[in-house]
């Protein structure tokens, strides 16, 4: 018996080292390798690859070690995958351990939430969203990949794509916001940044898309919570980031954590069967969330862990995150004839096909070299690339009487608060090996402009959110001293993102009531503002002549907003989130149904709250610069036509200002009726331009019928007949419009 065993594993040895040695990449198929080995893995070994383990990051900051058990569990194969296990050295032993000693030589591949750096922190994926300039968002995740792949990773979780309208959920901070084509636009540019042209190049990472789907839908923004959307609105709204993140090559799914109308993802057929797998034809693989397979049975969906397991691969997640449910669970089930081999077959396929498509066969150490890593890490050009996007995510909400920007002979500036000086806020969540040591904080953005001729005093104020006035009369004394006050506040940088959902919008702790203090001395008051989600921020903006939304900006967050407030850089950042007036006004978003009493001020049976105004306080796609620009002669290339052709539409945007400057020219259209209701507007097109000043251009966009179609009263996705309004403006609500007609 034992004699049989030997030869059979001899066998399957001889096989498979002229499989690896002379079958060269050219020669065959990925999918003909696949099936190969496919051939000669145990049962054991197919739920190995299904498996992914998380390494200890937590215990030694800037380390990640295995343990002996997992160590073990990699040499019997049994571990397709390692999450939070960074650093070229601590890859390269893990992955010596898998290609040395497992039997089939099956290389781990490594997964890390590289979600805004790795260890050059770049502005929160919000923020950079505001910066509404793909280009400069993809450039910031090609550098995240670059150095994240130096240190022996393969694989990001994210882009995170989640739609959210509702900014108590903390996690808005790791999205776009609120709108599925800027959404998407960022899903694109993110997917082609962290992949860059070619996955088996050295710095690719594989992109892994989340959270599949409906997450920020969450009933009351409250994490983890329920969702109970329409498939319409799930199609219309929240799956269009996710398809476009797939049109551009993403390689892996992550679901989410979240019911959707009574089926949570890691066991809804519909969505990672039906619609991923059959009809986007996806070949990438599904991961589950952290536990979340484990969590079928909390939902109430499974009876037990096997049940779980069950649900979930047969719905079709691929890879099993910490759960242990697969590692346990699934060899049971196939041998008990629960399930099909066929099923843990397919999706040991799909993860060993992106391990083919990395080149980890060819070159398991691909990204394990310690020398390569230290000339990678926090480069003058990846810091260079920090600031330039971090700048460009700014949004200058509120600016009277030209108070910005600030001249640098200014005799004594008072830099106040509790965000002013601080080093870890700015990194936001997600920091992940960003150290706060190299923040630029605003205060020494602001020192770094100004001469010897110049005072700057610093207080702090107050804490972020707490309720002690100690500081207010050292802070009221600062500003009675200075010429201008810069009042830097808002949330902690953890106030916001996973299990960060808050019930108020409003500034934490006394903030507002130091900003009310201050504003007495009679000085100018500039809020600067640092949060991971729209604050409702009424007083402020009733109040202070100038307002700079700077959002978790990263390392370089101090010297990109010294550069907007001494105008070194002139503002182009518009919000990707509309900002509620209250926090009773959310869910708010622009892209709203009309409703059929649609909210007005002075309409008292309309959609309204009868103590707020049904307007927020800054619409989204808001955002001012130094200088003005001006929209006229919206042009269309015909006013009627058919179903399946593009249209043209021409407007000229004329910088009237004192500044040279960019603008982001933004076009919305309306589908005045449908066989079901459309939203008011929606965002189509945008680009950004730079006019110097005096000067005009007419920004030319087409629309094509994909950007008229819906999901009708038939769930087809479609366009109908019928009159539409094209808009086109500096915001969401500042637009001029014309109407041209669909005809069959
Ligand atoms: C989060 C994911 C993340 C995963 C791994 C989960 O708690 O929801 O977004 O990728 O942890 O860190």
Not at 43 to 72: C, H, M, R, Y
Not at 182 to 200: C, D, E, I, P, Y
Not at 425 to 441: A, F, I, K, R, Y
Not at 680 to 690: A, D, H
Request: with cysteine; glycine share 8%.
């Amino acid at each position: 018996m034992k004699q049989k065993f030997t030869s059979v594993f001899t066998l399957a040895f001889i096989v498979l080292s002229s499989f690896f040695t002379v079958i060269k990449p050219q020669d065959k198929t990925i999918e003909s390798k696949i099936d190969s080995l496919l051939s000669i893995m145990t049962l054991d070994e197919k739920i190995g690859q299904l498996t992914q383990l998380s390494a200890n990051s937590w215990e030694f900051p800037g380390k990640s070690v295995i343990s002996d058990e997992q160590k073990e569990a990699v040499k019997k194969g049994g571990v397709g995958s390692f999450l939070n296990l960074f650093g070229a050295e601590a890859t390269r032993q893990v992955q010596k351990i898998a290609i040395e000693q497992s039997r089939l030589k099956i290389p781990i591949i490594f997964g890390y939430d590289v979600i805004h750096g790795y260890k050059t922190t770049f502005p929160v994926p919000l923020a950079e969203a505001a910066s509404w300039d793909p280009e400069a968002v993809e450039k910031s995740s090609r550098i995240q990949a670059i150095e994240a792949s130096a240190a022996g990773i393969n694989w990001t979780f994210a882009p995170m794509v989640d739609i959210a309208r509702d900014a108590r959920w903390g996690r808005i901070v790791e999205g776009s916001g609120e709108d599925p084509y800027l959404g998407s636009v960022m899903a694109k540019a993110r997917v082609k940044g962290f992949q860059g042209n070619n996955l088996a190049d050295n710095t690719s990472l594989l992109a892994c898309v989340k959270h599949f789907a409906g997450y920020g839908a969450a009933e009351g923004g409250r994490d983890y919570n329920t969702v109970d959307i329409s498939e319409r609105t799930l199609r219309d709204i929240y799956l269009r980031p996710f398809k476009a993140a797939l049109d551009a090559g993403a390689g892996s799914f992550m679901c989410s954590f979240n019911e959707i109308s009574g089926v949570p993802s890691s066991a809804n057929k519909h969505l990672l069967t039906d619609i991923f797998r059959k009809e986007w034809k996806a070949d990438g693989f599904i991961l589950s969330d952290w536990n979340s397979i484990g969590e079928l049975v909390v939902h109430g969906i499974a009876a037990n862990t096997k049940e779980a397991a069950k649900l979930a691969i047969t719905a079709g997640v691929d890879m099993d995150m910490e759960s242990g449910c697969y590692k346990n669970d699934l060899k049971d089930l196939a041998v008990g004839k629960k399930i099909s081999e066929d099923v843990i077959n397919e999706s040991a396929r799909r993860i060993l096909r992106a391990k083919y498509k990395l080149g980890l066969f060819d070159n398991p150490y691909k990204n394990c070299n310690p020398e390569l890593e230290k000339t990678k890490i926090l480069t003058k050009e990846n810091i260079a690339a920090a600031l330039d996007v971090a700048k460009k995510s700014i949004v200058l909400l509120k600016n009277d009487k030209n108070t910005l920007p600030l001249i640098k002979d200014i005799k004594t500036i008072a830099v106040i608060g509790p965000l002013a000086a601080s080093k870890a806020d700015p990194l936001g969540s997600w920091e992940q090996q960003g150290d706060s040591n190299n923040t630029v904080t605003v205060l020494e953005g602001v020192k770094s402009k100004l001469g010897s001729g110049s005072k700057v005093i610093y207080s702090k104020g107050c804490e972020i959110d707490e309720t002690g006035k100690g500081g207010f009369a050292d802070a009221i004394n600062a500003a009675k001293e200075a010429d201008k006050i810069i009042l830097v506040i808002g949330e902690g940088g953890h106030m916001s993102g996973e299990a960060g959902s808050r019930s108020s919008l409003e500034l934490p702790g006394v903030q507002e009531e130091l900003a009310k203090a201050l504003y007495e001395t009679g000085k100018p008051v500039i809020a600067v503002l640092m949060n991971g989600r729209p604050l409702a921020i009424p007083w402020l903006s009733q109040n202070v002549p100038a307002i700079v939304e700077g959002w978790f900006l990263g390392h370089q967050a101090g010297a990109a907003i010294a550069d907007v407030l001494f105008g070194d850089y002139n503002p182009s950042g518009k919000l990707p989130v509309t900002f509620p007036i209250a926090t009773g006004q959310v869910p708010a978003y622009y892209n709203h149904k009309s409703t059929g009493r649609p909210g007005n001020d002075t309409v008292v049976f309309s959609s309204r709250y009868k103590d707020i105004t049904p307007n927020p306080l800054y619409p989204f796609g808001f955002g001012l610069s130094y200088t003005k620009f001006d929209y006229s002669n919206l042009t269309l290339s015909a006013n009627k036509i058919k179903i399946g052709e593009d249209i043209k539409v021409a407007v000229d945007v004329k910088n009237s200002g004192n500044y040279d400057g960019e603008e982001v020219v933004q076009l919305y259209v309306q589908d005045i009726a449908g066989s079901v209701t459309r939203p008011v507007k929606e965002l189509k097109r945008f680009k950004k331009v730079f006019l110097k000043k005096g000067e005009t251009k007419k920004m030319e966009f087409t629309l094509t019928d994909n950007d008229l179609a819906f999901y009708n009263i038939d769930m087809k996705f479609t366009v109908e007949p019928g009159m539409f309004k094209v808009f086109a403006g500096t915001n969401s609500e500042e637009l001029i419009s014309a109407d041209f007609e669909v005809t069959e």
